[in-house]
Each structure stands twice: as C-alpha cells, then as structure tokens.
C-alpha cells in the first residue's frame, strides 16, 4: 500500500480490514487536491479561482437511499420511519464487503482525518475514504481540520466509505437503488454509494453528532448561529432556502457558522469548519460575503454554469442544477469566529419561506410556541423547484431537519425546551417567504425588512413594541416597527382580496394541525395548546 503525503497516521486503513494497492494520498491539504482534482480531470478552475465540479444526476441529496442498520445500538433509539429506513445487518455486511473488494481495484485513493464538533470534549473523529480528490477537498472543507500535530496520533472512531462509481445491487444489498447511504452505528461506519453528490458525507456526520449528542445533554442542531458585539449568541434554525446562511452572515455580528451547531452548558459550538452555501441568483449587492467567496481559490463549486472559453461564472442559469452549491472554509467569511464557538444562544429565530403568504415577517414565541415550531418545521415549496409542483406546497420538516434526526423529536424538543428555560431564551418565527399573496401573485419578503426586524429583535428593542395577537396562530406580532413599513407586518392587510387571505390562513391551519398530531401524545399540555387550536374558518 503505497503512501502520500508527510501527514500520515500511525493507525492506516489495514488497522480498519481496508486492503488496497492504490496510491494512498493522505490528509493533503487544499492546494495539493485541487491540483490532483484538475489533473484527474474531476473540475477546472474558474477565472477567478475557484474549483468548478459537476454531480451529474444527483444535485441534491437521495433522501430515500439512506438506511440505519437495525441493530443493538439502532433498535428502541432510531425514530424508524420515512426518514430513517431500516437496513437488515447481514445486507449492510454484504455491501460492506463489495465495497472493500472495490476498494482493492482503485489506483488512488484520498483520505482525511477530520474532527465533527468544533468543542474539543464533543467532537468525533472521523475518517473519510474517497476515490475523488474534489470530494477529499469537499469534506476537509466542511468538517473541523485538525492542527497538523494532531494527526499523527489520529484514531478514527467513526469511517466513511465514499466511492460514486460503486453501484449497489438492491436485492443483494437490502436497499432501493443504486445509489445507497447506510450507516451503522454499532460498526461506527457509513457507506455511500452511487452519488457524487458530496453533501451526503458532510450530512452524514451530522446524523452521527445528532445521534450521539443528546445521550450527553447537548442539543444538536440544524441552525446558523453568529454573535453580537455583546457576545449575545443568536442561533437560526431553518430548512434549505429559508436564509439560515444568508442572514447569519451579517457584517454586524461574527458568524460561528451557517448550518450545524451543538448547544452544550457553557458554548454554541459548529460543527464544521466550512460553509455550504446555494449559488443560485447569488447577488453581490444582497450576499457580498458569501458572494466574494466565488471568487476565491479553495472555494468548491458544484454545478455552477461556467464560459468554457472565458471561465466566467453564470450564477444565474440553472440548467444544471436549481441546487448549485458552493463550499468554502469559514474563515472565508471575514468577520468569522476562530473557535467556531459562542456563549450559549440569548436569541432563537425559527425561519421559514411561507409561499402561501399567511405568516407575518416576525412574530414572537412563548417557549411552548417555540417547541411547537420547532417539532413542526415548516416551510413551503414554490412551483417550479419540482416537477408536479404547481401551486404552493407546505414542507414540515420536524427539527427543521427530520431527514438527519436519527432519534425521535421529541427528544430533540424536549432538549430545546430545557435549554430555552434555563437560559431565559427569547424565541421569534421569522418569514423569509412571500408578502401581498401567495407564491405568483404577492412578491418575496424584502430582505431589507427582515434584517430591519432582526436587527430589532437581536438588539432587543423589539420587545418594547406594541404587539398584536395573530388570530390564526395566537404568537404575538409587533403592530410597528422603526424603519420598517407598517402595513407590512399585517399579511392580511397586505392582500388585495382579504377573503381569499382568510381561506389561504384557513388551509395553512389545517395543515398545521394535521401535522403536529402525530406529535401530540408526545409532548406536555402547553405545547399541544401553543398551535393553532381549531380549524381557522374563511371568511364567508
């Protein structure tokens, strides 16, 4: 087994039953694989720097492709269902050992020891085993790097497998397709299969911290977090396309990070040491942060459309992808923390893109309010972003991140609640979504209203506004705001046909209430009467 690369582990891949001839290119850094990424053909550098890939089929995630193994760690732990599919054991060692005869055939292989967890007494440690040099960069770029000291010693709890050429046999391999991720928490191992999708390594950890984390009291969660001149912690939770990553990078405040964050006692610390963020319509002028990162050596830009002649980026035109993603180190964001950590949170904001436009752009939550959002997760598709979706369509994503929650949410409710009321949290649900009508008639939340009122909330001059009570909801809504238009905080007000306003909120409701009740035998009273009690009725 050859080897690369002076940062090379006492404890190699034969010390994990992994047995292969290739060329071994261990922890290389970021210049090496991106040079290795344009040799091997896998991307070009665009004008201005960046390393430009494509995922070919996959542009997202394969939600229905992932499985947890049932075992003695998953069984009674792992909330099995639509997110969490079962994979019978003896198909996981079947697949296992296909991989490992894959492994045999490669000629080079890139792998990097990396941290999970920014807070050194919670961070796992991860091996990440590719056959795609830009998919090591990917990784290294999201997870926690270690110092370069750390890695000799390095000993990997937990390994992913990420080979896209690998395709899975669904009746030798107990899975759907031949795409596949199943992870087994019991052999501390992940396999990927089938994708080139990098995102699902970097939201397989994920799974693992929300897995592990909560048996320690920690809060693991699918949140942006950034912090305040007064070192008051802000943390941002919210579903793809809500704002999670544009919001927290406000120049005002130092970001911690844009998408996954544990709470412990004494910090908010990420869990990553990158940002992946949507490339789409990406404006200088509203994300000149996120948008200067485009034009950086070491940023990774996948399906991104790019001049073949000039190297120019379209960010644009989506013909490749509506999902074109960009991933970057975090000190990539001027005003970023060292640590990736933060006093423990004074602020929550739940985001959501209501595309029905019933929500208001802020409205403030009791806790039992904020338990219920949380557990409900909503936000809305808009037509267009799939095929059959033509009218808006509510999104309920528990946690605002079911798909990677291994455990029930009740127990990630529970923990917000607790950490909510002992650290006298105040909560507020912001709608980034629609104002004036729904998706096709009213137009897009001003983004300069929404950073007027989290300015106001994150400051604390909102809590001394006049507030109304929401008829359909029962949060509390600000009557005004300084800075901001008034009649905009009244979506009803907003409308030019209030009936069809009412019958909108009326199906909202609905929605809303249908979906919590599967939650309801799960949680206290007060939560169960923090939603919207009964079915809103329409205007006659």
Same mark, same amino acid.
């Given at each position: 087994?050859?080897?690369?690369?002076?940062?090379?582990?006492?404890?190699?891949?034969?010390?994990?039953?992994?047995?292969?001839?290739?060329?071994?290119?261990?922890?290389?850094?970021?210049?090496?694989?991106?040079?290795?990424?344009?040799?091997?053909?896998?991307?070009?550098?665009?004008?201005?720097?960046?390393?430009?890939?494509?995922?070919?089929?996959? !542009?997202?995630?394969?939600?229905?492709?992932?499985?947890?193994?049932?075992?003695?760690?998953?069984?009674?732990?792992?909330?099995?269902?639509?997110?969490?599919?079962?994979?019978?054991?003896?198909?996981?060692?079947?697949?296992?050992?296909?991989?490992?005869?894959?492994?045999?055939?490669?000629?080079?292989?890139?792998?990097?020891?990396?941290?999970?967890?920014?807070?050194?007494?919670?961070?796992?440690?991860?091996?990440?085993?590719?056959?795609?040099?830009?998919?090591?960069?990917?990784?290294?770029?999201?997870?926690?790097?270690?110092?370069?000291?750390?890695?000799?010693?390095?000993?990997?709890?937990?390994?992913?497998?990420?080979?896209?050429?690998?395709?899975?046999?669904?009746?030798?391999?107990?899975?759907?397709?031949?795409?596949?991720?199943?992870?087994?928490?019991?052999?501390?191992?992940?396999?990927?299969?089938?994708?080139?999708?990098?995102?699902?390594?970097?939201?397989?950890?994920?799974?693992?911290?929300?897995?592990?984390?909560?048996?320690?009291?920690?809060?693991?969660?699918?949140?942006?977090?950034?912090?305040?001149?007064?070192?008051?912690?802000?943390?941002?939770?919210?579903?793809?396309?809500?704002?999670?990553?544009?919001?927290?990078?406000?120049?005002?405040?130092?970001?911690?990070?844009?998408?996954?964050?544990?709470?412990?006692?004494?910090?908010?610390?990420?869990?990553?040491?990158?940002?992946?963020?949507?490339?789409?319509?990406?404006?200088?002028?509203?994300?000149?942060?996120?948008?200067?990162?485009?034009?950086?050596?070491?940023?990774?830009?996948?399906?991104?459309?790019?001049?073949?002649?000039?190297?120019?980026? =379209?960010?644009?035109?989506?013909?490749?992808?509506?999902?074109?993603?960009?991933?970057?180190?975090?000190?990539?964001?001027?005003?970023?923390?060292?640590?990736?950590?933060?006093?423990?949170?004074?602020?929550?904001?739940?985001?959501?893109?209501? $595309?029905?436009?019933?929500?208001?752009?802020?409205?403030?939550?009791?806790?039992?309010? $904020?338990?219920?959002?949380?557990?409900?997760?909503?936000?809305?598709?808009? =037509?267009?972003?799939?095929?059959?979706?033509?009218?808006?369509?509510?999104?309920?994503?528990?946690?605002?991140? $079911?798909?990677?929650?291994?455990?029930?949410?009740?127990?990630?409710?529970?923990?917000?609640?607790?950490?909510?009321?002992?650290?006298?949290?105040?909560?507020?649900?912001?709608?980034?979504?629609?104002?004036?009508?729904?998706?096709?008639?009213?137009?897009?939340?001003?983004?300069?209203?929404?950073?007027?009122?989290?300015?106001?909330?994150?400051?604390?001059?909102?809590?001394?506004?006049?507030?109304?009570?929401?008829?359909?909801?029962?949060?509390?809504?600000?009557?005004?705001?300084?800075?901001?238009?008034?009649?905009?905080?009244?979506?009803?007000?907003?409308?030019?046909?209030?009936?069809?306003?009412?019958?909108? $909120?009326?199906?909202?409701?609905?929605?809303?209430?249908?979906?919590?009740?599967?939650?309801?035998?799960?949680?206290?009273?007060?939560?169960?009467?923090?939603?919207?009690?009964?079915?809103? !009725?329409?205007?006659?």
């Amino acid at each position: 087994m050859l080897t690369v690369s002076e940062r090379i582990p006492a404890q190699k891949l034969d010390s994990q039953g992994i047995e292969t001839g290739a060329r071994i290119h261990w922890n290389l850094t970021t210049a090496p694989l991106i040079e290795q990424a344009v040799l091997r053909e896998e991307g070009q550098l665009a004008k201005d720097g960046p390393l430009v890939v494509r995922t070919g089929k996959h !542009t997202g995630r394969s939600a229905q492709d992932r499985f947890v193994v049932r075992n003695s760690v998953s069984d009674g732990a792992v909330w099995w269902g639509k997110s969490n599919r079962p994979m019978d054991a003896d198909a996981f060692d079947r697949l296992h050992q296909d991989f490992l005869a894959a492994l045999k055939d490669k000629d080079e292989l890139f792998v990097a020891d990396l941290y999970g967890g920014s807070q050194p007494e919670h961070r796992v440690k991860v091996r990440v085993v590719n056959e795609l040099a830009w998919h090591n960069l990917f990784i290294r770029t999201l997870l926690v790097r270690p110092e370069a000291s750390e890695l000799a010693d390095f000993a990997p709890e937990y390994t992913i497998i990420d080979l896209p050429s690998f395709r899975a046999d669904p009746e030798r391999h107990g899975c759907r397709s031949e795409t596949v991720i199943a992870v087994n928490l019991e052999q501390k191992l992940i396999l990927i299969g089938g994708t080139k999708y990098a995102g699902e390594m970097k939201k397989s950890v994920f799974g693992l911290l929300n897995f592990i984390l909560p048996e320690k009291g920690i809060m693991p969660m699918h949140c942006s977090a950034n912090i305040g001149a007064d070192g008051d912690t802000a943390v941002f939770f919210g579903l793809s396309g809500t704002g999670k990553t544009t919001l927290s990078a406000d120049p005002k405040r130092t970001l911690i990070g844009d998408d996954e964050h544990g709470w412990s006692d004494t910090a908010v610390f990420n869990f990553e040491g990158g940002c992946y963020a949507k490339m789409i319509r990406l404006s200088a002028e509203a994300e000149p942060e996120i948008f200067a990162t485009t034009k950086r050596f070491g940023t990774v830009l996948e399906n991104v459309v790019m001049d073949p002649v000039t190297r120019e980026l =379209a960010l644009d035109d989506n013909s490749l992808a509506e999902n074109s993603r960009g991933a970057y180190p975090i000190d990539f964001i001027p005003n970023s923390s060292e640590r990736n950590m933060g006093p423990v949170p004074r602020t929550i904001v739940m985001l959501t893109a209501d $595309a029905f436009g019933v929500l208001p752009p802020i409205a403030r939550l009791t806790p039992d309010q $904020a338990m219920y959002h949380f557990l409900s997760g909503y936000t809305a598709k808009v =037509a267009g972003t799939e095929i059959g979706v033509t009218e808006p369509e509510a999104t309920f994503s528990t946690c605002f991140g $079911a798909p990677f929650m291994p455990r029930h949410p009740s127990v990630y409710g529970n923990l917000l609640k607790k950490r909510i009321a002992e650290g006298d949290v105040t909560c507020w649900l912001v709608n980034t979504g629609w104002t004036g009508g729904k998706y096709g008639v009213g137009k897009r939340m001003p983004i300069k209203a929404t950073r007027a009122l989290l300015d106001a909330a994150l400051d604390g001059s909102l809590n001394q506004a006049e507030f109304r009570k929401d008829p359909n909801f029962g949060f509390e809504v600000p009557v005004a705001v300084p800075g901001v238009d008034s009649a905009i905080l009244d979506p009803r007000s907003t409308w030019a046909d209030k009936a069809e306003y009412d019958s909108t $909120a009326a199906k909202l409701v609905d929605l809303f209430v249908d979906n919590f009740a599967e939650f309801a035998p799960h949680v206290e009273e007060g939560v169960r009467q923090a939603g919207p009690q009964q079915r809103a !009725t329409a205007a006659a």
